[in-house]
């Protein structure tokens, strides 16, 4: 089977989600993809719930690792499954702060003798997310309208009541409009653009989104992974 790592976050998103909004989303889409498939196809590892999250350290409650601790995990978990035989790794990203390094750690699994790829569960929604979600306009966001929605859906009795009078968000137009461009990663700078860390319209969000969201992206993820492992290794 392929073995799906899920990494997330620990970290502040608005006033209205709570710290492990990240690791919450990319664990539950990584269990039902692994459920949907069966264990000859896929097996979950403990999710890392914690990332890479400088950025949003000034706010209370986020929890930083550093590039160099995140990579030493990693290559511990592969050495660790290599061992036992596993050779197909896909590490599933909750959190966009992670991108660079879980790539990194990608290439580093090919020492162990591991095919892995790391991708974020988002991706695969492709111009889909942006419909189901228009007011992010297609991106992940922060603590937004995708968000709030996946939120409400998985874990909507710890979503703050409040998320439908947030006066205040970054507008993701210019900001994905002056810097968007495939493979690019920019990261947010909120004392500048959003002083109570929101990226997107939480405001638009709703528990049915959130579920047409999740839905799409554990059947589109079920098929890569199947694709997957049918590769040879």
Same mark, same amino acid.
């Given at each position: 089977?392929?073995?799906?790592?899920?990494?997330?976050?620990?970290?502040?998103?608005?006033?209205? #989600?709570?710290?492990?909004?990240?690791?919450? &989303?990319?664990? !539950?889409? @990584?269990?039902?993809?692994? =459920?949907? $498939? %069966?264990?000859?196809?896929?097996?979950?590892?403990?999710?890392?719930?914690?990332?890479?999250?400088?950025?949003?350290?000034?706010?209370?409650?986020?929890?930083?690792?550093?590039?160099?601790?995140?990579?030493?995990?990693?290559?511990?978990?592969?050495?660790?499954?290599?061992?036992?035989?596993?050779?197909?790794?896909?590490? #599933?990203?909750?959190?966009?702060?992670?991108? &660079?390094?879980? !790539?990194? @750690?990608?290439?580093?699994? =090919?020492? $162990? %003798?591991?095919?892995?790829?790391?991708?974020?569960?988002?991706?695969?929604?492709?111009?889909?997310?942006?419909?189901?979600?228009?007011?992010?306009?297609?991106?992940?966001?922060?603590?937004?309208?995708?968000?709030?929605?996946?939120?409400?859906?998985?874990?909507?009795?710890?979503?703050?009541?409040?998320?439908?009078?947030?006066?205040?968000?970054?507008?993701?137009?210019?900001?994905?409009?002056?810097?968007?461009?495939?493979?690019?990663?920019?990261?947010?700078?909120?004392?500048?653009?959003?002083?109570?860390?929101?990226?997107?319209?939480?405001?638009?969000?709703?528990?049915?989104?959130?579920?047409?969201?999740?839905?799409?992206?554990?059947?589109?993820?079920?098929?890569?992974?199947?694709?997957?492992?049918?590769?040879?290794?």
């Amino acid at each position: 089977p392929v073995l799906i790592q899920p990494i997330g976050a620990i970290e502040q998103h608005g006033p209205h #989600l709570t710290v492990d909004t990240d690791a919450c &989303g990319v664990t !539950a889409i @990584a269990e039902q993809v692994a =459920a949907n $498939l %069966g264990p000859t196809q896929a097996l979950v590892l403990p999710t890392i719930a914690w990332g890479l999250s400088p950025y949003w350290l000034p706010f209370a409650g986020t929890i930083s690792l550093r590039p160099e601790t995140i990579l030493a995990v990693m290559a511990d978990i592969g050495r660790s499954v290599a061992a036992h035989g596993f050779r197909q790794m896909l590490i #599933l990203n909750g959190h966009g702060g992670n991108a &660079g390094i879980i !790539a990194v @750690a990608a290439t580093q699994m =090919a020492e $162990l %003798g591991i095919r892995a790829v790391a991708l974020p569960y988002w991706a695969v929604a492709g111009e889909d997310l942006g419909k189901l979600a228009p007011a992010d306009l297609g991106h992940i966001g922060h603590a937004g309208q995708t968000e709030t929605s996946i939120q409400l859906h998985l874990q909507s009795e710890v979503v703050g009541t409040g998320y439908r009078d947030v006066s205040t968000w970054a507008d993701l137009g210019p900001l994905l409009g002056g810097l968007s461009m495939p493979g690019a990663y920019a990261p947010p700078l909120p004392a500048l653009e959003s002083p109570n860390g929101v990226y997107g319209n939480p405001t638009k969000a709703s528990a049915e989104i959130g579920e047409a969201i999740i839905d799409l992206v554990v059947e589109r993820l079920g098929a890569y992974v199947m694709a997957f492992a049918a590769q040879p290794v």
